[in-house]
């Protein structure tokens, strides 16, 4: 039944058919007689090879033959008659059965019979029965397949050969034919000569292309469409040597300036090259220059000084609708990839460059319209005369060869357009931390020989390879968290007041009753009012706050509304820092006994109180040393209490021991005698009258409290007060501290005058990748305020409770500071031998903290070049070490005592006391890029060298020494190889 299907096709349908699989129209034959064979025809070409009229059978025909006769009689077989009577008797004996109902279905509609089209075949005497030639095609098909597998020749070759296309007939697209891609406003041209200087941060700027622009003392990239030159002055320093090989190592990878052609690159380095060449010839002849012709030394600008002054040069626009809004912020400075923003388009004007750039989700129309309004900028009189540096001549310090000011600018000038993720290397240079393969500085010892060592890729990446520092711009992006202390889901603020101006909502909090316990041995004693706020250090208190919410209209003025003013009750639990771990727990015990109203629960540690807490006590508060009601005898009656905060009822004290030593010029400090009733309030000559109003009301607050915790001998009329400043003390101050000579252990500002006010709170950044990337995180103050500048934000506890060892960016705003922490070995024999095999060995452990240091380091100098937009470090930058701190950094914090275990490590390492070093001092010994072959086979080795990689340190020739190759040679190897022949040498 499937070949009749297959069957049941007319020629008419076959000529259609053809007709659309070849463009050539296709007559075929439709000859039908018998028998008959076609020609063969084209192999694209569907032929009819021969055509037969089939009969179709009906379903009678030969029935009968093939059931036989239905009429035969069986003679052989007896039959049985049977009457009416009979068949009634056999009706009696039956089971009578039950009637079926009949349910009434209603009629079926009759569905009209699909087509069948074995029946339209039956309802036909006869059909033709066509053969075409596509089963021999696909099989020819198949055979040259089958051979071009195996015959070497492409697909596209056989296709190509087998076509009928005629490719005279064809017109083929021309192509540009130029050495340089050119597609409009090209931001570089077929000539271009780009100076290479500076000695920090070296920046590129397109010069005149002549001879006369080429100097000694610097380097430049002469660029043209088949050559490119590298210039290297005999005093260029190290940094623009390899800057300049660098951009050669780029342009062969990523063919920029729209270079094409098989492009050959030269080097010519002035200090080794003594003999003249072709290359120097041809160099000269590009530039149309002389022997002699280049600049001296003696002509060269410093590169301090050109550092300095290039950023004047930079001016910046932004397109807003159809003008150009020039960024005053950001012009005349060292310029940051941080303004690049994708939706926007900005016009940079260098002078000697002007550029378009266009964010890649900038629409079309901002597009057009910065390119006219960038040509109008480009067609306009110039004036630069304010500047101290020429732009079209960077190198005249007289400005007397091209003018400053005119019409028109040098033809060798460029004017173009740079889309975000395709720029120039030219556009690049002008920004001091754009993302680039040659961002780190490498060694050009021999800078001919590396300029052609190929990247190694086979080797896995190190810890030192892949850690990178952190991103300065997050640094520097000042958190925005105000201080709120959230009861009941409930903000209540600094514990006074809060208003949100978005919502126009807020509330007072207003304290209703406040009650203090002292735990103490499985007992809790309630204290009386005169001694709230008095805690000691060793000891544990629950304060149970009453309080409730009085809301805040949308014109900030007060609403009574009783319906939600109802009573609110929280517990604070205070420990304090040498607590027993017993009465800590009992503290929690005893405030769950306590807490009838199920109020929610608060931890406090000492020097770590929250501003809703320490405003209970009305700037009041006070944490003596020692246990109450269990005071050692002490030497002598004089006490001293530190001052610390910057709002009134949240100002507190804490007490030190009595030591010149502790003394601090940014602070107040009030000396207590309980024997003489003394109370002798001392500020320091840092202290800003404001503060010292503040730590005189607190002073005064706590006289009149006369709390028993300070021990008075008499009543507040009794106790005399006396206030005076650092440099003009009393006698009686000098008897109280002990210090019969006067003598200042602590780090005055009386002859520092220069480093008086703060300009800001000192800021605190924890520098780690524990879990990662090398990230810096932000310590934050918990009293901190918009408003105000802390003199003590921090206390020694945040750096010492760090994972060890930890690295902490301190900025003090006139010093940066990185603290180092120290190794937290184990006390117990295994623990040391296993940190004393870790340390001989370089282990993992020590290598990823070596690694952090740098990336400390490098974050250090970064975030100050970003903070300040200068590319000369300023203040001064230092490394200190946990436990061996020195004077000066101690007194940034309000109180200090030495960790022991922490100076005895660091003594071990090699560290001494009060020990500071240069933080750009140290980078650059951990940068070190080559080291002798004794060194490197020192175990250990020496630190900042990367284990997976110690043959890279070696001079070449060392290397050619020891290894019997090059250094190309060398990483050319498979990594195995290369593994397998550094262990003997004793570099693995």
Known sequence: MGQCMEKNVHVEQINSIVKTKDTKQTVLPTNKTNGTTLPKSNNKIVSVLKSDIISVLKPDDHLDDFFGDTTKNLHNETSIQLNTDDLNRIAESTVRLQSQVTRARPPRRQKQGAKNPLRQIQAENQYTEIHTNLSEQELRRLKRAQIAENAG???????????????????????????????????????????????????????????????????????????????????????????????????????????????????????????????????????????????????????????????????????ENDLLMPLD?????????????????????????????????????????????????????????????????????????????????????????????????????????????????????????????????????????????????????????????????????????????????GHHVQTIGLNVWHLSENERHELSKTSYGQFYSDDVYIVRWKYKLIPIGNDNTLERKTDISRDRIAYWIWQGINASPNEKGLSALMAILLNEEKGPHIHVIQEHEEAAFLQLFDGTFTIHMGKRNQLKPKKTPWRLY?????????????????????????????????????????????????????????????????????????????????????????????????????????????????????????????????????????????????????????????LYELHQPALCLIDTDTELYIWQGWHDQSDDELGLQLANANLLARGPRDIRFTTERRCAFRTAIDYYKTKTGSSTIDIPMSIVYAGLEPIDFVNLFPKWSVNIKARQQNQLEGKSVNQKDSIIDVLNELCREQYSIEELRARPLPEGVDPSKIESYLSNADFQKEFRMTKDEFYALPYWKQTNIKKPLGFF
């Not at 090989?245 to 063919?255: E, G, M, W």
């Not at 810890?463 to 009941?488: F, R």
């Not at 924890?766 to 810096?776: I, N």
């Open 153 to 319: 020749v492409a697909q596209e070759a056989l296709a190509a050969l087998a076509t009928t296309e005629n490719f005279a007939e064809i017109n083929l697209r021309k192509i540009d034919q130029s050495p340089v891609a050119k597609f409009g406003f090209e931001p570089y041209k077929e000539l271009m000569l780009i100076l290479i200087k500076g000695r920090r941060q070296c920046s590129l700027h397109l010069v005149n292309p002549i001879y006369e622009s080429i100097n000694e003392g610097d380097c430049y990239l002469l660029i043209t469409p088949l050559k490119v030159f590298a210039w290297l002055g005999r005093y260029a320093n190290t940094l623009e040597k390899t800057k300049t090989t660098d951009l050669i190592d780029y342009l062969k990878q990523n063919r920029d300036f729209g270079l094409r052609n098989e492009v050959k690159y030269f080097i010519l380095d002035q200090a080794k090259d003594d003999t003249e060449n072709d290359s120097h010839a041809e160099f000269r002849d590009i530039l149309q220059g002389e022997i002699d012709d280049y600049k001296s030394i003696n002509y060269v600008i410093d590169d301090d000084f050109y550092e300095t002054n290039i950023n004047e040069l930079n001016r910046i626009y932004r397109v």
């Open 642 to 798: 530190v001052f610390l905060g910057e709002i009134d009822v949240e100002t507190h004290w804490w007490e030190l021991n009595v030591n010149s030593a502790n003394l601090r010029s940014r602070t107040s400090f009030l000396l207590i005698n309980n024997i003489e009733n003394l109370m002798l309030l001392w500020h320091g000559y840092g202290t800003t009258d404001e503060q010292q109003i503040l730590a005189s009301k607190s002073a005064m607050k706590l006289r009149e409290r006369c709390s028993e915790e300070f021990h008075f001998d008499g009543q507040t009329e009794d106790i005399e007060f006396f206030e005076m400043e650092e440099g003009d003390e009393i006698e009686l101050f000098w008897d109280g501290i002990n210090e019969r000579n006067h003598e200042r252990r602590y780090y005055s500002l009386l002859n520092i005058r220069s480093n008086l006010k703060l300009s800001s709170t000192m800021r605190i950044f924890h520098l780690s990748s524990l879990h990662g990337p090398f990230v810096a995180q932000e310590l934050l103050y918990p009293l901190r305020s918009p408003d105000h500048i802390s003199s003590f934000p921090f206390t020694q506890s945040d």
């Open 329 to 505: 912020d950001l012009c005349f400075h060292s310029l940051s990839i941080k303004i690049l923003d994708s939706n926007e388009v900005f016009v940079f004007d260098f002078g000697s460059e002007l550029y378009i750039w266009n964010g890649k989700y900038a629409d079309k129309i901002k597009r057009n319209m910065g390119l006219q309004l960038a040509q109008q900028l480009w067609n306009d009189i110039y004036d630069y005369s304010e500047c101290i540096i020429n732009p079209f001549d960077p190198l005249d310090d007289k400005n007397e060869q091209t003018s400053q000011i005119d019409t028109k600018r040098p033809a060798w000038c460029i004017f173009g357009k740079q889309n975000q993720n395709v720029e120039t290397l030219l556009f690049k240079g002008k920004f001091y931390d754009w993302p680039s393969n040659f961002q780190e500085i490498k060694s050009v010892l021999d800078v001919g020989t590396n300029l052609n060592k190929p990247s190694s890729t086979q080797r896995p990446p190190s810890i030192v390879e892949t850690l990178k520092p952190a991103d300065v711009y997050k640094m520097l992006v000042k958190q925005n968290n105000p201080v709120n202390m959230i009861l009941e889901q409930i903000n209540t603020g600094r514990g006074r007041y809060w208003y949100d101006s978005i919502e126009m909502r």
